[in-house]
């Protein structure tokens, strides 16, 4: 399995309150994503990086902001969370371009 | 933009028995990858398989082998041999061989519930 790990696991927040997720891996890989799952959406792309300091938005990317100060760790903010926000989330992470994507644990975040 | 539909909202075979999951694209691009993920109750996305696009040989993996037909923009996952652990959600889902504005993010389907009656 990739060394990939997410912090917290479960989280219960209010609205309004700022959050952050930790993603942090082991493998030394260039990309690092941000995607999250919602019933009946399948998952979707938020952010993406593609190196430290790189980072691009994705399909559903308003209310979320992200930071990569190094290679192994890539940090999503809710600045301001909402309810809409519930969710799991899931960080992934690719050698390469091309190369298959390997998936965290994912992260239950309760907006309440 | 690139979609992905799996027209199958839930399937349900026997143990032992052969189960087909379809997927179907749309894109106007013709390099790309195609994957299937299987993700049991433990939440775990889990890679089954992957396909590039430019390779006409159907991938296999074990008992999981998967039915590329280009033109049609098909990609389904043939698993023989069901097994209880089969028990998933699978998810299709497409990447571009490009770079770029969010190219480099998986685009997925909305997954298939497969059920494995003992």
């Known amino acids: 399995d990739a060394g990939i790990t997410q912090s917290p696991r479960h989280k219960v927040t209010e609205t309004g309150t700022p959050v952050t997720l930790r993603c942090h891996q082991t493998?030394?890989?260039?990309?690092m994503y941000w995607y999250r799952q919602d019933p009946g959406h399948g998952l979707r792309l938020i952010h993406y990086?593609?190196?430290?300091?790189?980072?691009d938005k994705g399909e559903v990317s308003d209310g979320y902001s992200v930071s990569r100060s190094k290679t192994e760790d890539f940090l999503l903010t809710l600045e301001s969370a909402t309810s809409s926000q519930t969710s799991v989330y899931f960080c992934?992470?690719?050698?390469?371009?091309?190369?298959?994507?390997?998936f965290g644990p994912g992260t239950r975040l309760t907006v309440l | 933009a690139q979609t992905v539909t799996q027209s199958q909202p839930e399937m349900s075979v026997q143990e032992a028995e052969t189960v087909t999951l379809s997927c179907t694209y749309d894109?106007?691009?013709?390099?790309?990858?195609l994957f299937w993920y299987k993700q049991p109750p433990s939440r775990q996305m889990i890679l089954v398989i992957r396909?590039?696009?430019?390779?006409?040989q159907n991938a296999t993996e074990n008992r999981f082998s998967v039915n590329f037909q280009k033109a049609a923009k098909s990609f389904s996952l043939k698993i023989s041999d069901s097994q209880l652990g089969d028990a998933a959600m699978y998810f299709c889902?497409?990447?571009?061989?490009?770079?770029?504005?969010?190219?480099?993010?998986?685009?997925f389907g909305k997954g298939t519930h497969l059920i494995i009656q003992p």
């Open positions: 990086s593609y190196g430290v300091k790189d980072t």
């Open positions: 396909q590039e696009a430019y390779k006409q």
């Open positions: 894109t106007s691009e013709s390099d790309y990858y």
């Open positions: 992934a992470i690719s050698a390469g371009q091309g190369d298959t994507q390997y």
């Open positions: 493998e030394n890989h260039r990309y």
């Open positions: 889902a497409y990447r571009s061989a490009f770079s770029g504005g969010g190219a480099d993010g998986l685009t």
